[in-house]
C-alpha cells in the first residue's frame, strides 16, 4: 500500500517546532560537515608530508643496510597505512584515483630524485596503490599503499551528536512553546467569554508584543460588556415606557362593549404586544448573563414540583426515570428552560413527556429529555430555530402565540449553565430536546 503524502502540522506550535528542528539540525549537519571536511583536508596534508619524509628515511635505511638484515627490519618500518615489501610487487595500470595519486606524487617527490620508481594500482574492492623500485644493489622494493581518507571517528561522537540532537529539540520544544503559550491562553480566554461576560482577564506582562495583546483583550472585554449593559438598559427602558400605554390600551379595551367586533381582536393584540415585550427583554437578560448563585439541587425534587404544578393546570405531562442525585445548577434557570421545552412540546403536541436518561449516571453527566408527538421539525432546521424569532411557519405561527424566543432564551440559559441543549426528530413522529447537564 502506498504512503499517502506529506501532511503539515495544523498546529502553529507543531509547525514552529519542526521549522525550528529542521532548520537548526541543518545548519549544525552543515557545520559538522564543513568541519569533518576541513579537518580531513588538513590531515590529509599533514600525513602527505609525513609519507614523503618517513618513506624517505625508511628506503635510505634499507638502502643502507645489508641485505641479510633488511627482512628484519621491514615491520619496524611498516606504518598503518603502507608496508615495505622485499619483491616486484603487482604490476597494473598506473593509479587514477585522487588519492592515490597525490600519493605517488608525494613519495616520488621525496625519493624520486634518488631512486627511479613506477607506481600501479593494484585491483581490488579497495583503494590500493604499489610503488616499484630497485636499491643501489639492485634488489627490488616494493611499497604496498592503501590510502586512508581520513582520520576515523571516535565511539563516542555518535552519541555525543545524538544528545546534541536531543538537546536542539528541547530547546525547540521549549521556544515555541514560551512563543505559543500566550496564544493558548488568549484562545482560552475567548473560549470562556460566555454570555455572562466573567472570563478571567489575561496577564498583563511578559514580553512587549504578548502584554499589548492582553490589554487588548481585555480593552474588548470591558467594551463588550459596556456595550451588553447599555443594550439591555436601552431594551429595560424601553420595556417600561411600553407598559404604560400598553396598559391604558388595555384599559380602554376593557371599557368597550363587548359586542364590538374589534374587541377580541384588540385584546388579542395587545397580549401578543405585551408578551413580546417580556420576552424581549427576558431574552436581553439571559443573553448578557444570569445572576444566579448555582446551588446544590435535587434534580427529582424539582422536576416532581414541575409536574404536579402542570397537572393541576390539567396538561398532560408525565415522568420516567430519576436522577437519584444531586447536582449544582441554577434552579431558576433550569426550572425555565425546563418549563420552556414542556410549553413547547404541549403547544404542539398537546402532551409532553420528561425522561430522565440513566444511561449517561456514570459519565457525570445528566440527561433530561422532553418528547412531543408533534410535527416536529425539519432537519435542516433544528439549529436555526434557537436563534431569535425564529418560527418554521408549518408549525410555529402567530396563531400558537408563540414570540419566536423561547427556544433562544433557553439555549442562552443553558450556556450560562455549561450544559448543552439538542434538538432531534423522534422516529414516527415528534420532537425530542435533550438537555445534558453537568453533575
Known amino acids: 500500500m502506498a504512503a499517502g503524502p506529506l501532511r503539515w502540522p495544523r498546529s502553529l506550535f507543531a509547525r514552529l517546532a519542526l521549522i525550528l528542528f529542521i532548520g537548526l539540525a541543518a545548519a549544525n549537519a552543515t557545520s559538522f560537515w564543513l568541519t569533518m571536511t576541513e579537518r580531513n583536508q588538513a590531515t590529509m596534508n599533514v600525513m602527505m608530508g609525513y609519507i614523503e619524509r618517513e618513506v624517505a628515511s625508511s628506503v635510505a635505511l634499507l638502502d643502507r643496510l645489508p641485505a641479510a638484515e633488511r627482512p628484519a627490519w621491514l615491520p619496524r618500518l611498516a606504518r598503518r597505512s603502507y608496508h615495505f615489501m622485499l619483491e616486484p610487487g603487482v604490476a597494473g595500470v598506473a593509479p587514477d584515483a585522487t588519492l592515490s595519486a597525490r600519493v605517488a606524487a608525494s613519495i616520488a617527490d621525496g625519493i624520486g630524485t634518488s631512486y627511479e620508481l613506477t607506481a600501479n594500482a593494484v585491483p581490488g574492492e579497495r583503494e590500493r596503490l604499489q610503488v616499484h623500485l630497485r636499491l643501489s644493489d639492485g634488489a627490488p622494493l616494493t611499497i604496498d599503499i592503501t590510502p586512508m581518507h581520513g582520520i576515523p571517528l571516535s565511539r563516542w561522537l555518535p552519541l555525543l551528536l545524538a544528545l546534541q540532537l536531543a538537546l536542539l529539540a528541547a530547546c525547540c520544544w521549549y521556544a515555541v512553546r514560551q512563543a505559543t503559550r500566550p496564544l493558548h491562553q488568549l484562545a482560552q480566554a475567548a473560549d470562556a467569554l460566555g454570555p455572562d461576560l466573567k472570563a478571567e482577564r489575561l496577564a498583563e506582562d511578559g514580553p512587549s508584543e504578548v502584554a499589548r495583546a492582553a490589554r487588548a483583550f481585555n480593552a474588548m472585554q470591558d467594551r463588550i460588556a459596556g456595550y451588553m449593559t447599555e443594550r439591555l438598559q436601552i431594551l429595560a427602558a424601553i420595556s417600561h415606557d411600553l407598559q404604560t400605554p400598553i396598559t391604558r390600551m388595555r384599559l380602554r379595551v376593557d371599557m368597550m362593549d363587548d359586542d364590538t367586533p374589534q374587541h377580541a381582536k384588540l385584546q388579542q393584540d395587545l397580549q401578543e404586544m405585551e408578551t413580546l415585550v417580556k420576552e424581549g427583554v427576558a431574552y436581553a437578560r439571559t443573553l448578557h448573563g444570569a445572576a444566579e448563585t448555582p446551588l446544590r439541587i435535587d434534580p427529582d425534587a424539582l422536576l416532581d414540583s414541575m409536574l404536579a404544578d402542570y397537572r393541576d393546570g390539567g396538561h398532560d405531562v408525565s415522568l420516567q426515570g430519576k436522577a437519584g442525585a444531586a447536582l449544582v445548577a441554577r434552579p431558576q434557570a433550569l426550572r425555565r428552560v425546563l418549563g420552556n421545552l414542556v410549553d413547547n412540546a404541549l403547544k404542539f403536541g398537546g402532551a409532553a413527556e420528561i425522561v430522565i436518561d440513566a444511561a449517561h449516571a456514570g459519565t457525570g453527566l445528566l440527561a433530561i429529555s422532553v418528547l412531543d408527538r408533534g410535527p416536529g421539525i425539519p432537519a435542516e432546521s433544528l439549529d ?49 430536546a435533550r438537555l445534558v447537564l453537568k453533575r
Open 384 to 432: 436555526a430555530v434557537f436563534e431569535p424569532f425564529v418560527r418554521i411557519e408549518t408549525s410555529r405561527n402567530r396563531n400558537t402565540g408563540g414570540t419566536g424566543l423561547g427556544l433562544a432564551i433557553a439555549r442562552q440559559l443553558t450556556r450560562a449553565m455549561d450544559a448543552s441543549l439538542t434538538l432531534h426528530n423522534r422516529p414516527g413522529g415528534g420532537l425530542e
